[in-house]
């Protein structure tokens, strides 16, 4: 008899995310865990289930029979679990933490879907990125939305979305910027230490340009206050003010005509957006059920390092 459910988990993983290589940082385990766990699911069932190609992997007749009574068996011990956890705590509150960004501009359009998709009370808490990681840590948080993550041992860290920074303004911008129009506004800066900084500065370091020779007009803390701070700008002034936000951020201000953008031809400011959850708990009901809600709203199938 098969004597614990890892291995059907392992195996339904390895097939979910097509690659023995995704399927271990997703699980949290070295990839020969993977392929030993698969060895023995193979031994047991005296068959071969996966057979591994250079592109990928592909099901055996066998594996495709098992894969469906596979599937079966994972929904009836998600339920299960579910109503355990009801059992034993009617009042089991699921609670995300999300940094500003994400918690602020993202998570609000679908906030209440997420609560109706896990037919669970949901909490969110909005905070920086080291404040949000130590309450993960800390088990306060039970699954973590950031744009800036600290890579800590015990985490799984894994890719959702990509957020695009773009140059914003109150008074309109050429559609296509030139290096001698950045030089020539008056800049909104966010603080040194800032992650977004940092990847303004690598950006446009590639295009050499040195964020340190902008007009800088004020330094702040956060992207709030940046968005407001150009809000009140005085577009009387000439020399247009300017910063570098979310997309995200300033959506409902560009749709209503307050604020403008404007690009680089051939420049583009990208971050990733994780998702992070502590490794003993990979196998939690809920997390599960909220990822998977998470990753069909905003699929990104790529999986960064576990640590």
């Known amino acids: 008899m098969l004597k614990d459910f890892s291995k059907i988990e392992t195996f339904l993983t390895v097939i979910k995310e097509k690659s023995f290589s995704k399927a271990s940082k997703k699980l949290g385990i070295s990839q020969p865990a993977v392929t030993q766990q698969i060895k023995l699911l193979e031994e047991y069932l005296d068959v071969q289930i996966v057979d591994r190609k250079k592109n990928g992997i592909k099901l055996t007749t066998a594996g495709e029979e098992l894969y469906k009574v596979a599937i079966k068996l994972e929904k009836q011990i998600l339920a299960a679990e579910r109503e355990m956890l009801r059992l034993v705590n009617k009042e089991v509150i699921f609670v995300l933490g999300a940094s500003a960004v994400i918690g602020n501009y993202i998570l609000p359009d679908f906030l209440n879907d997420i609560q ?12 920086n990125t080291a404040d949000i990681t130590e309450k993960l840590l800390d088990k306060k ?6 744009e800036a993550p600290y890579f800590q041992e015990g985490i799984i860290y894994r890719e959702w979305m990509e957020d695009e920074l773009v140059i914003t303004s109150k008074s309109p911008l050429p559609k296509n910027l030139t290096k001698e129009d950045l030089l020539s506004f008056n800049w909104i800066c966010r603080e040194e230490e800032s992650h977004t900084r940092k990847i303004i500065h690598d950006t446009f370091e590639k295009i050499d340009v040195d964020c340190k020779s902008f007009k800088v ?3 702040l803390t956060s992207s709030t206050a ?16 300017v910063s570098i936000l979310s997309k995200y951020i ?31 708990r990979k196998h939690d009901a809920l997390i599960d059920s909220v990822i998977n809600y998470l990753m069909s709203k905003h699929p990104n199938k790529a999986i960064v390092p576990t640590f």
Not at 141 to 146: K, N, Q, S
Not at 264 to 270: A, F, I, Q, S, V
């Open 250 to 280: 300033i959506a409902d201000e560009i749709e209503r005509g307050e604020l403008f953008t404007a690009k680089m031809k051939g420049l583009k400011l990208t971050r990733m957006l994780y998702l992070c959850y502590l490794k003993d």
């Open 226 to 241: 940046v968005k407001q701070t150009l809000l009140k700008s005085n577009i009387q002034e000439g020399t247009p003010t």
């Open 217 to 219: 007009k004020s330094i």
């Open 141 to 146: 948080v039970d699954l973590a939305l950031v």
């Open 116 to 127: 109706d998709a896990i037919k669970n009370n949901v909490m969110l808490k909005v905070e």
